[in-house]
């Protein structure tokens, strides 16, 4: 994505991040600009090839309403979410199994912990599920099968063979066969297949449909396993049920 898309080398991912995060919040504090990193230069040397010499340090005309605004860093990786856990303030996964993110990321995140500046407060782990608030079962059943071309998508093609961080993952929560036939008929240009083989395990359960009871019941396992921020996608047709999804998931989390 990073090669195909922005047509920049995917080169040291983690020291990218991190010294991009350290350059917003110099910008957001209204410093002026100055950052000698191994990977950014601001302002740009006049030793670069093709700098004009001109670059100066500058400061944000703006006046943020704060200013530490919260960085979010969305990241499954063991060393990236060491990272997050260290040097952000919240930490998103995707296609989160609150059964398994112990065994998964348990130790990532209690070795970036352990380098956390204490200024950052607790780490905001930021959960986004699909919902929908149902009794029908065939509904239920339709909304859940409108999920699986998109895990099939990340698992099975978003990425090369053998550098898919996504397939990686689906194989860490232990779904490794599974993960290699979602890739092989992706890949192949199967799509409908790869996303029939999406394992219903993880579809349920990194999804949020079902009766209230069941929502409810997921709610309180996602919260017993660390989350503290649902972003939730609610699967209705109208503005209006969107809405009316959103205030009910916001009275079963209050009651859970």
């Known amino acids: 994505m990073i ?27 209204r410093e002026r600009l100055e950052y000698q990193g191994r990977h950014y230069q601001i302002p740009l040397p006049s030793t670069t090839q093709s700098s004009g010499g001109l670059g100066k340090p500058l400061k944000l005309i703006n006046h943020p309403v704060r200013e530490r605004i919260p960085i979010i860093i969305a990241a499954i990786g063991p060393k990236n979410v060491t990272m997050a856990a260290e040097i952000a303030e919240g930490w998103q996964p995707i296609f989160y199994l609150p059964e398994r993110a112990a065994e998964v990321w348990g130790d990532s995140l209690a070795a970036g912990g352990a380098k956390r500046d204490p200024s950052l407060g607790k780490l905001d782990v930021v959960v986004s599920a699909p919902l929908a608030i149902t009794d029908d079962e065939d509904a239920a059943s339709e909304l859940l099968a409108a999920i699986r071309p998109m895990l099939a998508l990340y698992i099975g093609g978003m990425g090369a063979k053998g550098r898919n961080f996504y397939h990686d993952l689906a194989c860490r929560y232990g779904f490794e066969a599974e993960a290699q036939a979602i890739q092989d008929l992706y890949l192949s240009g199967r799509k409908d297949d790869a996303a029939a083989a999406v394992p219903d395990e993880l579809v349920r359960r990194s999804s949020l449909i079902g009766p209230a009871s069941y929502v409810n019941e997921r709610l309180e396992v996602l919260h017993a396993s660390g989350v503290t921020t649902l972003n939730v996608t609610p699967m209705a047709g109208s503005a209006a049920g969107r809405v009316r999804l959103i205030e009910r998931i916001r009275d079963l989390a209050g009651d859970s």
Do not use: N
Not at 3 to 29: D, M, N, Q, S
């Open 3 to 29: 090669e195909g898309f922005h047509g920049v080398p995917y080169t040291a991912p983690l020291g990218r991040t991190r010294e991009l995060v350290e350059i917003c919040r110099k910008v957001w504090r």
